[in-house]
């Protein structure tokens, strides 16, 4: 299993799946949504869920694995869109945050009927202990990614 083309067939496997989750995701998306607007979203809800009345970005940042930059490119983003208003702290030191507005609120409800739908179709035609156990090996093939990443970067450092 350890030979360059065995390898190099599956690491094009792996990129080539990646790819077509993606397309997949591109067809059955939100109106212009991208999925890291969907995810805070989610977040939010949570949150709300929880008691909380603000998604801070440090925590989104922080839950997502995203830089505050990034985390501030979504919030822009939701803004936008009237799902959420972005709100600070203060003058703005003491954190910034993330309020639902109703459109968002309306928005994910609507979403959420649609992914119950999608998904529980994709759960019935593979079974529940099956896509338990595939989103295990995500989870796990996720940290490798990142892993391997962070190798990458360190590399390009030294």
């Not at 830089?67 to 003058?91: E, F, N, R, T, V």
Request: hydrophobic share 35%.
């Amino acid at each position: 299993m350890n030979n360059g083309f065995e390898l190099f067939g599956l690491s094009t496997e792996l990129i080539f799946q990646r790819f077509l989750m993606d397309k997949e995701r591109r067809n059955n998306f939100y109106n212009g949504l991208e999925l890291a607007d969907y995810i805070a979203l989610k977040v939010m809800e949570k949150d709300c869920i929880d008691g909380k009345d603000k998604t801070y970005l440090k925590d989104l940042a922080t839950f997502m694995r995203i830089s505050i930059p990034q985390a501030s490119s979504i919030a822009s983003s939701l803004k936008d869109m009237g799902y959420a208003l972005w709100k600070h702290d203060g003058k703005g030191t003491e954190g910034t945050y993330l309020v639902f507005t109703d459109n968002g609120r309306d928005f994910l409800k609507n979403r959420e009927d649609n992914n119950r739908e999608y998904y529980g179709n994709v759960i019935a035609e593979l079974g529940e202990e099956k896509t338990a156990k595939i989103l295990e090996d995500m989870k796990a093939l996720v940290n490798a990614m990142e892993h391997a990443s962070d190798k990458m970067r360190k590399k390009e450092i030294e």
